[in-house]
């Protein structure tokens, strides 16, 4: 049943997923309850991401026996030793301890495609002055000069900006929302992004752990900003706001997006709720995964307090005012959320929800990147 189910079948996925999960619980490994990648045993972690996985252990001979156990249960497994390159992103631990996340293969690959040649580098991935829209009234993108597969260019920004590159987060989702009728300014637009990788193609993420910060998150929202009357019949969803939210775990950047909001909000103060709310729903299982991590006596980076809580940065009043009154807190007591009021010009995540100047965005970027 799974050799029928791997190639092309609908189930495929699912039948891979429990002949997998069987095999791992056969030899003892829990499934955690908060992330269904994740999986327990004693003192070994193993994360998964498809048919590739991390093993965590106290030593490396602990490991080497759980990989022969998986391997003698009928799991065709490959030991490729510790993770220096892991689907497709460099792992670099330097000397200060500094952990770092590149992909410059990915990089020159999608400079390659779009062959810009010796155009000059930009030193942001977005035009800050540019909105980008349907263009219905524009050619269209295979009418253009543009010698590269849009689509293809697209998928590969978006998997660099999920794994390593968040600073592109915004200017990718930008133009991947128009990949079934590109134009030629989303096609200009996918230039100007390449334009700036060849610019910072030596940056990554960076992890430099400050065991004194706990959880932080950071969270913006623009309001209807690329809303306008002209071309609001092309493309209605430029009446719906975005959100945009970073979250940090030891000062580390560890979870970040940039979403459309699923409604239309009728004011600021309801875009920039709403954004909280959806930023939340990232912090509160990632709070109790490391709860959990911490109640199996596993090692973690912030031990102090024993109850975790977050500090959620908002600079909309509103927003903070709707947020504090008790009446409209969820049911959830044992989570403690902490929420404080910050400036716009010191909010990082307003660099995932709109293009900034250069000086601001830079600025922003160091965060975002831990760099």
Same mark, same amino acid.
């Given at each position: 049943?799974?050799?029928?189910?791997?190639?092309?079948?609908?189930?495929?996925?699912?039948?891979?997923?429990?002949?997998?999960?069987?095999?791992?619980?056969?030899?003892?490994?829990?499934?955690?309850?908060?992330?269904?990648? +994740?999986?327990?045993?004693? /003192?070994?972690?193993? $994360?998964?991401?498809?048919?590739?996985?991390?093993?965590?252990?106290?030593?490396?001979?602990?490991?080497?026996?759980?990989?022969?156990? $998986?391997?003698?249960?009928?799991?065709?497994?490959?030991?490729?030793?510790? =993770?220096?390159?892991?689907?497709?992103?460099?792992?670099?631990?330097?000397?200060?301890?500094? +952990?770092?996340?590149?992909?410059?293969?990915?990089?020159?690959?999608?400079?390659?495609?779009?062959?810009?040649?010796?155009?000059?580098?930009?030193?942001?991935?977005?035009?800050?002055?540019?909105?980008?829209?349907?263009?219905?009234?524009?050619?269209?993108?295979?009418?253009?000069?543009?010698?590269?597969?849009?689509?293809?260019?697209?998928?590969?920004?978006?998997?660099?900006?999920?794994?390593?590159?968040?600073?592109?987060?915004?200017?990718?989702?930008?133009?991947?929302?128009?990949?079934?009728? =590109?134009?030629?300014?989303?096609?200009?637009?996918?230039?100007?992004?390449?334009?700036?990788?060849?610019?910072?193609?030596?940056?990554?993420?960076?992890?430099?752990?400050?065991?004194?910060?706990?959880?932080?998150?950071?969270?913006?929202?623009?309001?209807?900003?690329?809303?306008?009357?002209?071309?609001?019949?092309?493309?209605?969803?430029?009446?719906?706001?975005?959100?945009?939210?970073?979250?940090?775990?030891?000062?580390?950047? $560890?979870?970040?997006?940039?979403?459309?909001?699923?409604?239309?909000?009728?004011?600021?103060?309801?875009?920039?709720?709403?954004?909280?709310?959806?930023?939340?729903?990232?912090?509160?299982?990632?709070?109790?995964?490391?709860?959990?991590?911490?109640?199996?006596?596993?090692?973690? $980076?912030?031990?102090? =307090?024993?109850?975790?809580?977050?500090?959620?940065?908002?600079?909309?009043?509103?927003?903070?005012?709707?947020?504090?009154?008790?009446?409209?807190?969820?049911?959830?007591?044992?989570?403690?959320?902490?929420?404080?009021?910050?400036?716009?010009?010191?909010?990082?995540? /307003?660099?995932?929800?709109? =293009?900034?100047?250069?000086?601001?965005?830079?600025?922003?970027?160091?965060?975002?990147?831990?760099?």
């Amino acid at each position: 049943m799974l050799l029928s189910n791997l190639y092309g079948q609908k189930k495929a996925g699912c039948v891979w997923n429990s002949y997998l999960v069987e095999k791992l619980c056969s030899i003892g490994f829990q499934p955690s309850l908060i992330d269904e990648c +994740i999986f327990f045993r004693d /003192d070994v972690i193993f $994360i998964v991401y498809v048919d590739d996985g991390i093993f965590l252990g106290p030593n490396d001979q602990s490991l080497t026996n759980v990989i022969w156990e $998986i391997s003698a249960a009928g799991l065709d497994i490959e030991d490729q030793g510790h =993770p220096a390159d892991y689907i497709g992103v460099m792992i670099t631990k330097h000397s200060n301890g500094c +952990i770092e996340f590149t992909q410059r293969a990915l990089i020159d690959a999608i400079i390659n495609d779009v062959n810009i040649g010796n155009a000059y580098a930009k030193p942001v991935p977005a035009k800050a002055t540019q909105q980008l829209h349907a263009f219905k009234d524009s050619l269209q993108f295979d009418e253009c000069d543009f010698n590269f597969n849009y689509r293809s260019v697209t998928g590969k920004l978006n998997y660099l900006t999920q794994t390593s590159l968040s600073d592109l987060l915004f200017a990718t989702h930008q133009v991947a929302k128009y990949s079934s009728d =590109p134009r030629n300014e989303h096609g200009e637009a996918i230039v100007y992004i390449v334009q700036y990788l060849k610019k910072t193609r030596h940056l990554g993420l960076k992890f430099r752990p400050n065991q004194s910060k706990g959880f932080e998150c950071y969270c913006d929202a623009d309001f209807a900003e690329n809303w306008n009357k002209d071309f609001d019949q092309h493309d209605p969803s430029t009446a719906k706001s975005r959100s945009g939210w970073v979250i940090f775990y030891a000062r580390c950047p $560890i979870i970040w997006a940039s979403k459309l909001q699923s409604q239309v909000a009728l004011s600021t103060n309801k875009a920039e709720y709403i954004a909280m709310s959806m930023a939340l729903r990232d912090v509160i299982p990632t709070m109790e995964l490391m709860t959990k991590l911490r109640e199996r006596n596993f090692k973690v $980076i912030c031990t102090q =307090p024993q109850v975790y809580y977050c500090k959620v940065f908002e600079d909309n009043l509103g927003a903070l005012e709707l947020a504090r009154l008790l009446k409209l807190r969820p049911r959830t007591k044992h989570i403690n959320i902490k929420i404080l009021s910050i400036s716009t010009d010191d909010q990082i995540a /307003d660099a995932l929800t709109k =293009p900034l100047a250069q000086n601001t965005f830079c600025r922003h970027r160091k965060y975002l990147c831990g760099a």
